[in-house]
């Protein structure tokens, strides 16, 4: 099991910037991908950002150039940089993680953390 425990969230106003950062701990695989999806109120849930242990990062269309995630692997530790925040921006953003062993596969998520941007 994993066990994913996130901090960070809050209010900012449009424009303004927010580090979310996400710690996992358990049994965690070396070679994993840590990500963060967000859910806006009737929306569904959506990819935001994701990260290899290796480094290799992908992210949504909608944040491209605006939010930036790293991680650092020694720590188990994945941040969600976001920058130049819109109102449309605000959901319940929500860690999680993903690997596969010689067991099978192994996806967790964390409790999630409300982020809003006021206009």
């Known amino acids: 099991q994993v066990q994913l425990v996130e901090s960070g969230g809050g209010l900012v106003q449009a424009g303004g910037s927010l580090r979310v950062s996400c710690t996992a701990s358990?049994?965690?695989?070396?070679?994993?991908?840590m990500a963060w999806y967000r859910q806006a109120s009737g929306k569904q849930r959506e990819l935001v950002a994701s990260?290899?242990?290796?480094?290799?990062?992908n992210y949504a269309d909608s944040v491209k150039g605006r939010f930036i995630i790293s991680r650092e692997n020694a720590k188990n530790t994945v941040y969600l940089q976001m920058n130049s925040l819109k109102p449309e921006d605000t959901a319940i953003y929500y860690c999680?993680?993903?690997?596969?062993?010689?067991?099978?596969?192994?996806?967790?998520w964390g409790q999630g953390t409300q982020v809003t941007v006021s206009s």
């Open positions: 358990g049994k965690i695989f070396n070679i994993n991908i």
């Open positions: 999680n993680y993903n690997d596969v062993t010689f067991s099978g596969v192994n996806n967790f």
């Open positions: 990260i290899t242990s290796g480094g290799t990062t």
